[in-house]
């Protein structure tokens, strides 16, 4: 017998495995002995008031053989003798589209420039300690994409909700812990998620598909406007009828090989900004109302969303517990982004804050461009960043909160979770005009509904740039392929149409079942 219901429960009673099981009993009225299994349906944390509370919703059943905990249905076949289908880019677009075509009867041929998640570790590691940057393999490039060694969060604001349980599932699959499925705000964590990468590597390649490292895609071959394949940098070149663009929004060369292609390119809004650390301490206390945390309670996190003189400014991808990393792919631009471990217990709490520019703010002179204005000017001000590090390598320019608002430079600089350092500048003076002035009366907004937001503990890091792309390759809302070359699906981040590591996963996994229905429509 089985039965759902609601709990509310202190964050103690939530984290013992022993009350837990207790307060089920209870609300169930049976012996606890008779429980055979407690499935967690749901899980959120209400810290409205000063006494937090956990809601969950549990299935519990007794009496009888119980069923698995969680059940995922992966469905894929072998796919070795099948007709191949070209992915470009191993990030989540392009690994969620290879699984999905192993569900379909297509052979995925997974090509990526950069190197496997275990070797990328080494190149991430130098870069962290300061020393150069491989441009094919960093926090951006390489298995697993951006999203490998990212902070994991896998909430997003798709409301496909069956969508996104199959990406939650499908990570579940692969190693990723069982609260993913329940939790309100999924999260995985950098040190979990290469190894969840591996495995869906090993999945692809168990069940017929190809898995190649260190191809760059350089040029695509297509015939009459119809993909017959592509060349990579070293010369290599693979055929297939169909080709799933997935090499995310930090492939630039990738955006000028199609421009000099003479494919369809548009501009498109983006956003760009800082980011800001505060203490955990410090958002703890203003998150959960009170002094010190609860040790049962998460890092508390924040999202704050503003509008200054027309546009919106808003924190992305906030990191409880987490750390600051150079996130940039080429040696002479500082970008930067934020991760967290799955545990979230780094002293610091860091979140992009970014502004919206729209393609008509982009200033006159990189108008020029013409579609490529926008990634212009993102380049300019990732190497505005650079110039301003006092020839420090990858350490990145920064400045304390207050300071920044009141435009002072800052005379020396808190501690920071950054590992290549950081080195005092005045971000308020040579940040873009469109961007510094909203940034400035956000955050003095922000600390109205934040009281001690706004605080010259804090510090702000130039640049966070890469939240989202400056161009969208257009395709068709249907049959999701360009809107004018036939086979080729742009897909993921890159493409413009998704965001985050879960929309991209379903964009790349809604464009593999558009080409099992091109395929059909080619065979018949
Ligand atoms: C530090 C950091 C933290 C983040 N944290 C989060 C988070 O917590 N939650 C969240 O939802 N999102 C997060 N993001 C964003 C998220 O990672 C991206 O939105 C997501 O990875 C986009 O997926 P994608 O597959 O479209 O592109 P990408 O992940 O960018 O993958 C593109 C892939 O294409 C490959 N590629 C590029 N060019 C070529 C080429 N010419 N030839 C061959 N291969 C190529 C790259 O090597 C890469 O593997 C974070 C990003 C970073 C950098």
């Known amino acids: 017998m089985h039965q759902e219901f609601q709990l509310i429960l202190t964050p103690e009673e939530a984290a013992s495995e022993e009350l837990f099981r207790k307060k089920v ?51 894929y076949t072998f796919t070795g003798n099948k007709p191949p289908v070209i992915v470009v880019g191993a990030g989540p677009a392009g690994l969620f589209a290879a699984m999905k075509l192993l569900t379909l009867g297509l052979k995925p041929i997974l090509i990526d420039r950069g190197k496997d998640a275990r070797t990328r570790k080494q190149d991430i590691a130098q870069l962290n300690r300061n020393k150069e940057i491989n441009p094919e393999s960093n926090y951006c490039f390489g298995e697993g994409g951006a999203g490998t060694f990212s902070d994991g969060k896998l909430y997003t604001r798709s409301k496909k909700k069956g969508n996104v349980q199959q990406i939650l599932e499908t990570f579940y699959f692969h190693g990723a812990n069982e609260n993913i499925l329940y939790e309100a705000h999924p999260h995985i964590g950098s040190d979990n998620l290469p190894l969840i990468v591996e495995n869906m590597r090993k999945t692809i390649i168990s069940h017929g598909g190809e898995v190649h490292f260190g191809k760059k895609l350089t040029e695509l071959l297509i015939e009459d406007d119809r993909i017959k394949g592509c060349r990579t940098e070293d010369g290599s070149v693979f055929e297939a009828d169909a080709l799933i663009l997935a090499t995310g929004h ?130 300019y ?83 966070e740039s890469r939240s989202s792309s400056p161009l969208r390759i257009p395709r068709d809302p249907e049959s999701l392929q360009h809107i004018r070359i036939k086979g080729l699906f742009p897909s993921g981040e890159g493409s413009g149409y998704s965001g985050g590591i879960t929309s991209s996963a379903i964009d790349g996994e809604n464009s593999a079942l558009k080409v099992a229905e091109y395929f059909k429509g080619i065979n018949n």
């Open 25 to 75: 009993a209870e609300k169930a009225e049976l012996n606890i002995t008779r429980i055979s299994l407690i499935r967690i349906l749901r899980k959120s944390i209400d810290a409205r008031s000063a006494l937090p509370k956990i809601n969950i919703g549990v299935e519990v059943f007794w009496d009888e053989k119980p069923p698995e905990k969680y059940e995922v249905h992966a469905g």
């Open 250 to 379: 930090s492939a630039h060369d990738v955006f000028g090989m199609l421009h000099r292609q003479g494919i369809e390119l548009e501009s498109k809004g983006f956003a760009m900004g800082v980011r800001v650390e505060h203490s955990q301490e410090l958002i703890d206390s203003i998150q959960y109302h009170s002094r010190k945390r609860n040790k049962f309670l998460p890092s508390a996190a924040y999202s704050l969303v503003e509008q200054v003189n027309g546009r919106g400014v808003y924190s992305f991808c906030m990191c409880p517990g987490g750390h600051i990393v150079p996130a940039g792919t080429s040696p002479e631009s500082i970008v930067v982004n934020g991760m967290s471990a799955s545990k979230r217990n780094s002293p610091y709490a860091n979140s992009g804050i970014v502004v919206e520019i729209q393609p008509e703010d982009v200033p006159a002179e990189f108008q020029q461009y013409g579609v490529l204005a926008g990634l212009k000017f993102q380049q």
């Open 381 to 463: 001000v990732e190497t505005l960043a650079y110039r301003n590090n006092g020839g420090k390598g990858f350490a990145a320019p920064a400045q304390r909160l207050n300071d920044f608002v009141k435009g002072r430079l800052s005379a020396d600089l808190p501690d920071c979770s950054y590992l290549p350092g950081i080195i005092s500048s005045p971000l308020h003076f040579w940040l873009p005009e469109i961007i510094s002035s909203r940034l400035k009366e956000a955050f003095v907004k922000f600390d109205r509904k934040m009281r001690g937001y706004l605080t010259n503990d804090a510090v702000i890091l130039g640049v």
